[in-house]
């Protein structure tokens, strides 16, 4: 195999390196890029198979320069690696100036054993990119990723609040203020205007217990008992201080809740029949969370952009159904099959084959977020009168309940794959009528398995009473 030659306009001097034997090149005009912290080492192809390779900062002026000067190597295409959150202004900058971006990941370009430089990574990237070695990686349309963003976000607030929440009620529990006990959540109507009047100066029990609502379970006198305690002076700032803090995030979230609507309003749907929505169905029973933005208008900007009510999917609330979206987008154009879809979520099987046997089955560890918004989903229905309840409870019996929440979350998440590609509104369907289907195929099943052995099989109208 012939040896060739490259420059290193960083280091100035002259190394080799050796094509892939018994393949050819089927991109010529490709690039690739290394991304640190502080520089980009780029690597392009000239004339025969010479590589050049030059640095490059990674200030916006620099970005700049860096696509020109591709330009001017008649670059087309360039691979990245997702490195961090470096790469997003590279691969914006670079689509800006009409370039093809392919975005990898770092199990995609794993090298062989040896020396590890920036140099030979980008040397590395372009060569499997003009052989056409590298799969690009799922990028959402460039819509919904402002939208993603600021999801995102709240969720990150969101996050932040809650341990504000718990310090509340240690600062109460020290006091010997047993709201806990009698309030299933202290930041309900009731705990926050209890809360509120502790702050404010109110220490008699029955005042405070008279904001009761009248959906609490525990009386007022039984409030009123929780609310005697010891009054202490430090536990009172905590509270105080605590409060503030969960208002402030409260704000805070208000205020991202407006940015997101103003985000949907500017969303165009891809569909071509967006204008001919049908209506709403009515909300879910006890589907209502504090932490859940506004029903209403949310659940209308949702399917004005995917066609289809992904909130009417049994186990699906708003918030997991805004998650699914900002996370997978709407094209599925993406995703040749279901099971590609799926694979991608972490919820697929990934089985070991080795001589045509089966050697391990398992599911891959991925932090994909609308893999995890499908597991959350499949979980409330555990006790629910829907299909995808009485599919959890049949293989939780000999897979486990682990399992059987996956298996749950692979079947929602085929479900939602082809609403959002046929445009197909779900059809909910209870426990009693998918146990009636499954017990039609299980007889099917047997019918056919008895005709292949020479048996046929009859069905016992009358069958004898289960001995006691």
Not at 297 to 315: F, N, S
Request: aromatic share 8%.
């Amino acid at each position: 195999m012939s040896k060739l030659s490259k420059r290193d306009s960083r280091f100035g001097t002259q190394m080799e390196v050796r094509p892939f034997e018994g393949l050819s090149q089927i991109q010529v005009h490709v690039a690739g890029a290394d991304i640190g912290a502080h520089e980009i080492v780029v690597c392009v192809s000239e004339a025969g198979d010479t590589q050049i390779i030059r640095t490059f900062g990674n200030y916006t002026i620099d970005l700049q320069a860096m696509a020109k000067w591709l330009l001017e190597q008649g670059i087309r295409s360039i691979a990245m690696e997702s490195t961090g959150v470096y790469w997003i202004p590279l691969f914006e900058t670079l689509e800006d100036f009409g370039l093809q971006c392919c975005l990898i990941s770092a199990t995609a370009i794993k090298r062989f054993p040896g020396r590890k430089s920036d140099v030979l990574d980008c040397q590395w990237i372009q060569t499997l990119h003009s052989y056409g070695l590298l799969a690009d990686s799922f990028r959402l349309e460039a819509d919904l990723i402002a939208l993603r963003t600021l999801l995102r976000h709240r969720a990150q607030l969101i996050q932040h609040r809650s341990p504000h929440i718990l310090h509340m009620q240690k600062a109460l529990l020290h006091m010997n203020i047993q709201l806990s006990q009698v309030l299933s959540d202290i930041m309900g109507l009731t705990g926050q205007q209890i809360i509120r009047a502790i702050v404010e100066g109110e220490r008699d029990p029955h005042k405070l217990a008279a904001f009761r609502n009248y959906h609490c379970k525990k009386d007022e006198g039984e409030i009123a008992k929780a609310l005697t305690g010891t009054w202490r002076a430090e536990h009172l700032f905590v509270l105080k201080q605590s409060l503030a803090l969960y208002d402030f995030y409260t704000q805070l979230l208000e205020a991202c809740d407006a940015e997101i609507e103003r985000t949907y309003t500017a969303i165009r749907p891809a569909w071509s029949d967006s204008n001919n929505s049908p209506s709403l169905p009515a909300q879910k029973p006890n589907s209502c969370s504090k932490n859940s933005p506004r029903q209403g208008q949310v659940r209308k900007h949702l399917q004005r952009i995917t066609g289809v009510d992904l909130v009417a999917v049994d186990g699906i609330s708003l918030s997991l159904a805004q998650t699914i979206l900002s996370e997978i987008g709407t094209d599925m154009s993406k995703f040749p099959e279901e099971g590609n879809f799926c694979s991608w979520l972490g919820l697929a099987p990934h089985n070991d084959i080795s001589g045509g046997k089966v050697l391990h089955s398992y599911t891959l560890q991925t932090n994909n977020r609308a893999g995890q918004a499908f597991r959350q989903a499949a979980a409330t229905t555990v006790r629910a009168d829907c299909s995808f309840g009485a599919f959890y409870r049949r293989l939780k019996s000999h897979l486990g309940p682990a399992q059987a929440n996956v298996a749950t979350a692979h079947k929602m998440a085929r479900v939602v794959y082809h609403m959002l590609k046929f445009k197909i509104e779900y059809q909910t369907m209870t426990a009693g009528e998918y146990e009636q289907r499954f017990r039609e195929r299980e007889i099917n099943y047997l019918q056919r398995k008895a005709s292949r052995l020479g048996f046929a099989l009859s069905l016992i109208v009358n069958p004898l009473p289960a001995v006691s």
